[in-house]
T-cell receptor, first 113, second 112 residues
Framework: GQNIDQPTEMTATEGAIVQINCTYQTSGFNGLFWYQQHAGEAPTFLSYNVLDGLEEKGRFSSFLSRSKGYSYLLLKELQMKDSASYLCAVSLASGAGSYQLTFGKGTKLSVIP | DAEITQSPRHKITETGRQVTLACHQTWNHNNMFWYRQDLGHGLRLIHYSYGVQDTNKGEVSDGYSVSRSNTEDLPLTLESAASSQTSVYFC???????????FGPGTRLTVL
């Protein structure tokens, strides 16, 4: 089976940096996704890591260690609009060039002034 | 612009009724997925399809069915709605050989 863990809630101050961790235990791992989901809206793609290391995209960065089953999402210069849930998802190969995503329960981030 | 849409956006029904939720994508994606999202559980996979006439059960498929007669649509049917199926339902799609999924806006279903 698959097991994906991330903190349920976090609070951070506007302008600060926050790191959201995700650990996973899966078989058939292909890569790791982070999605952002504002309340009442659909999840939207943020980042994808398939190799070990850091991927940077503007204020957001994502890190992956395949050997440790560990990832984090780093948000810099926090803005009020970053208040949302952040979903960690593992991509699993299911054959014939197709993949499934298994999601963690999400981390609700609240940014306060 | 290519997109993925769901209808209806909100639905209230009664226990025992059959309900069908629509999902339509114009990206010509091979793969389509249905999830439900509940507090404390996150997104859970209900059914998925890797092409026309292909359907597969996900983690929480009991009480749900899907059919794929064309590339663009994957309707989700609740055969006999139960209160436990009150949830927000998301449809998603991905291209062949790609694992990035793109989500529709969701349908909030209430079963009374």
């Amino acid at each position: 089976g698959q097991n994906i863990d991330q903190p349920t809630e976090m609070t951070a101050t506007e302008g600060a940096i926050v790191q959201i961790n995700c650990t996973y235990q899966t078989s058939g791992f292909n890569g790791l996704f982070w999605y952002q989901q504002h309340a009442g809206e659909a999840p939207t793609f943020l980042s994808y890591n398939v190799l070990d290391g850091l991927e940077e995209k503007g204020r957001f960065s994502s890190f992956l260690s395949r050997s440790k089953g560990y990832s984090y999402l780093l948000l810099k210069e926090l803005q009020m609009k970053d208040s949302a849930s952040y979903l960690c998802a593992v991509s699993l190969a299911s054959g014939a060039g197709s993949y499934q995503l298994t999601f963690g329960k999400g981390t609700k981030l609240s940014v306060i002034p | 612009d290519a997109e993925i849409t769901q209808s209806p956006r909100h639905k209230i029904t009664e226990t025992g009724r059959q309900v069908t939720l629509a999902c339509h994508q114009t990206w010509n994606h091979n793969n389509m997925f249905w999830y439900r999202q509940d507090l404390g559980h996150g997104l859970r996979l209900i059914h998925y399809s890797y092409g026309v006439q292909d359907t597969n059960k996900g983690e929480v498929s009991d009480g749900y069915s899907v059919s794929r007669s064309n590339t663009e649509d994957l309707p989700l049917t609740l055969e006999s709605a139960a209160s436990s199926q009150t949830s927000v339902y998301f449809c998603a799609s991905s291209d062949y050989g790609r694992d990035t999924q793109y989500f529709g806006p969701g349908t909030r279903l209430t079963v009374l």
